[in-house]
């Protein structure tokens, strides 16, 4: 955001001070839907900050929450810089930030308001921290007026101004006076990294009591009492349609008062990411009636394509097409057959990757109000802006006319970026003339996801006399996640494979190509997207070379990454020498190069993800056809710590996310459906079957901050295979490894 847009500031209702952004033109009048929570006068300014006389700070969060910590650490930036009291700040999640332009495009309010990819508190750092130091400048000087002081000469503290004598005002005594002030042309300076007095600092989740009391509304928990809840049957095909329907028996279910069809893809297609299901929805006054409907529909459905496909014949595919031509040649160094005919070792390995679900603990749920003035949602969406460009396409309302509410998310992962729940809202409220709450069975969630990519990749690489590696090849056939995206075919790649990646961009001579493999089933973005199958296959390949050239393969990595260098790439600049920190570091910290207890195997991989560092350290035995974990740990380096704890909960939760999706975890199709219903058919991993503690060591920086909601997932199954290779003397890799496994015995 430009920095003269968003210090504003406005007198509200009571001598209440609000810092924030304006609305379409300084001070306009409220928006026709304001929230009652936020109170009239938040209406009139889009705000961040807001003071009250008796000292109660709110704070906006505007990114979505799905459980990465952000409505904690984003208003702790702003609070340090305010200098506030955090036992007396209430945290407010802030609706999709949007206005009309003149021309009736959208402008952006809040900035960007997204959930994914681990970007929000790296684009967030700048701007907060000049909204809580403009704050904080402008109760200051207030202070200064009523004591006939200079300004300089007082300091801030949790929530007083002080004086040279120990004279105080309380924030609240102040916001009516700052409230009239003008902030400085040239900006307010933010504090220096020692000022800091919460950011560093450990904090809990603003949400944690509500949720452990049951008291957190999730959209699923919402109603609006004079509409209708809503099931829908859809297509098992991805792509099918409605053959013959007799919905006779189900509205005659009590309680049951509309049955809906939902037209085919064909028509629908371009409304979102994803194309819509073909489905028939059953809207009643209450969910059991609505799934009892559901469940009198006489439905057939036909397969237009792809209804005798298989995942079994998918993979014989993925080997038949790697004989060939690729699609596409993603990027050619040097001579590599050259360097192959060349080198004096030639090593190679293929690794599978299977189509995995979200399984977010909460279905997808949305709420959707629709008039032809006005439309409300309550959408647990990871891209609300792109949940307005559907809103818009289907009821042509202006931006400023459609309210989309952020509930806290029980789980995204990427599946909620793709917004075809909130059309099927908005497509039924439209068609009922009611409010809609759609709701989603899990089985609906596992069979209709967008799921991560199916991968075959092949790993050749050449090394020299001296054990170095002077080739390397990487080509992966791959069901791109960009097809059914109006991409150009000639850019479907771009979702599989990084031309800049870790260690394809320190060696001279590379070949990187793609594949491409059609397979009718729909697909999206899976916790950190490509780098989760690429960093599997990578790592383990690299600890397949050491192992072939007697290497050790810590120092392997070391080697590649020497000298230390900045090496531009698509997600930042990585820094060698900061990859090389975390691994040195979880070495260190797992005992390598120390003798293992006898059945023991220690094995460890790093990751470069969205700008920050993460190397896994594992050690594990064999136990009755499954993996022991002795030790678990992940060094991290993500710049500047917001909140230490909401760091740890990240990269803890998301090793064991990873952990038991590489073991247990695999989406199967078989006559072109969904095999998997429910958890029974998708083992997430037990307690018993994981580590009873991942041990995360941050690294102290003061680098600006990334984030670290996927940094965690990329480079936990390949170490865990390293280590189960170190163990055993077996290599995994075809991922789920419940399989072989349970071969090992």
Request: hydrophobic letters at 45%; glycine letters at 10%.
């Amino acid at each position: 955001m430009d920095r003269r847009r968003f210090l504003k500031v406005l007198l509200g209702a009571g001598g209440t001070l609000i810092v924030g952004i304006p609305a379409r033109a300084a001070w306009a009048a409220p928006t026709p839907l304001p929230l009652a929570l936020l109170g009239d006068t938040w209406t009139r300014l889009n705000a961040f900050v807001s003071i009250e006389p008796n000292g109660r700070t709110l704070i906006g969060a505007p990114a979505p929450e799905i459980g990465q910590g952000v409505r904690t650490a984003l208003p702790r930036i702003i609070a340090d810089e305010l200098d506030a009291d955090w036992t007396r700040v209430e945290v407010l999640a802030l609706p999709l930030g949007v206005e009309d332009r003149d021309n009736g495009e959208p402008r952006w309010t809040y900035g960007a308001q997204h959930a994914g990819g681990s970007r929000n508190i790296a684009a967030a750092w700048r701007d907060l921290r000049g909204i809580g130091a403009a704050a904080r400048w402008l109760l200051r000087h207030a202070a200064a007026q009523r004591w006939n002081l200079p300004a300089a000469h007082l300091t801030t503290r949790a929530g007083w101004v002080i004086a040279p004598d120990g004279r105080r005002l309380d924030y609240g005594e102040l916001a009516a006076a700052a409230a009239q002030l003008q902030l400085p042309d040239g900006g307010v300076p933010p504090k220096t990294a020692a000022e800091y007095t919460l950011i560093g600092q450990p904090a809990g989740d603003v949400d944690a009591r509500a949720i452990v009391s049951g008291r957190q509304l999730y959209a699923s928990d919402q109603y609006w009492g004079d509409g209708y809840v809503a099931v829908i049957a859809r297509c098992p095909y991805a792509d099918g349609e409605l053959e013959h329907l007799d919905d006779s028996a189900a509205r005659a279910v009590e309680g049951v008062e509309k049955v809906v069809t939902i037209g085919a893809r064909t028509t629908l297609g371009a409304i979102g990411n994803v194309p819509l299901a073909p489905g028939v929805a059953v809207l009643a006054h209450d969910t059991w009636a609505a799934l009892k409907g559901r469940a009198q529909l006489a439905l057939r459905w036909r397969a237009r394509h792809g209804g005798s496909a298989t995942t079994g014949a998918l993979a014989q595919q993925a080997v038949t097409l790697l004989k060939g031509a690729p699609s596409t040649r993603v990027l050619t160094r040097g001579d590599i057959a050259k360097a192959l005919h060349g080198a004096a070792r030639r090593i190679e390995a293929e690794y599978h990757v299977p189509f995995v679900a979200h399984a977010c603990m909460e279905p997808m749920h949305c709420l959707a109000h629709v008039s032809n003035e006005h439309a409300h949602l309550i959408a647990p969406t990871q891209e609300p802006r792109a949940a307005l460009e559907v809103v818009r396409k289907l009821t042509k309302l202006d931006p400023g006319n459609i309210l989309i509410e952020l509930p806290r998310i029980g789980g995204g992962y990427g599946r909620r970026l793709d917004n075809d729940y909130v059309a099927e809202a908005v497509l039924l409220a439209q068609a009922a003339g009611k409010p809609i709450k759609l709701m989603w069975m899990r089985e609906d969630d596992m069979t209709h996801d967008v799921y991560r990519p199916f991968g075959l990749h092949r790993l050749v690489a050449g090394v020299d006399r001296k054990h170095r590696i002077t080739a390397w090849q990487h080509h992966l056939a791959s069901t791109s996640r960009l097809w059914h995206r109006d991409t150009p075919v000639e850019q479907l790649w771009q979702s599989e494979m990084q031309p800049d990646a870790w260690p394809a961009n320190v060696l001279p001579t590379v070949d990187l190509a793609w594949y491409a493999l059609d397979f009718p089933l729909w697909r999206g973005a899976w916790r950190a997207p490509s780098h989760v199958s690429n960093v599997f296959a990578i790592e383990s390949f690299l600890d397949e070379i050491a192992h072939a050239t007697r290497q050790d393969p810590l120092k392997l990595r070391l080697a590649l990454l020497e000298p230390a260098r900045q090496i531009p790439t698509a997600h930042g600049a990585l820094d060698t020498a900061r990859l090389a920190n975390v691994l040195q570091q979880a070495a260190k910290a797992i005992g390598w190069g120390t003798r293992a207890p006898a059945g023991h195997g220690r094995g460890l991989a790093c990751a470069f993800s969205a700008g920050g560092y993460c190397a896994h350290a594992f050690e594990v035995s064999l136990r009755g056809g499954g993996v022991q974990f002795h030790r678990a740990l992940a060094v991290v380096d993500v710049g500047r710590v917001i909140n230490p704890l909401g760091l740890e909960a990240q990269i803890a939760g998301g090793t064991l996310d990873a952990l038991s999706t590489a073991l247990k975890l695999e989406i199967t199709v078989e006559h072109g459906t969904v095999r998997q219903q429910n958890f029974p058919d998708y083992p997430i991993a037990r307690r018993d079957e994981l580590p009873r503690a991942v041990e995360v060591l941050p690294v102290a920086s003061s680098a600006t901050p990334v984030g670290a909601e996927d940094l965690a997932v990329p480079g936990a199954a390949p170490a865990l295979a390293n280590a189960i290779f170190a163990a055993s003397g077996k290599r995994l890799r075809r991922m789920p490894f419940m399989h072989e496994l349970a071969r090992m015995g």
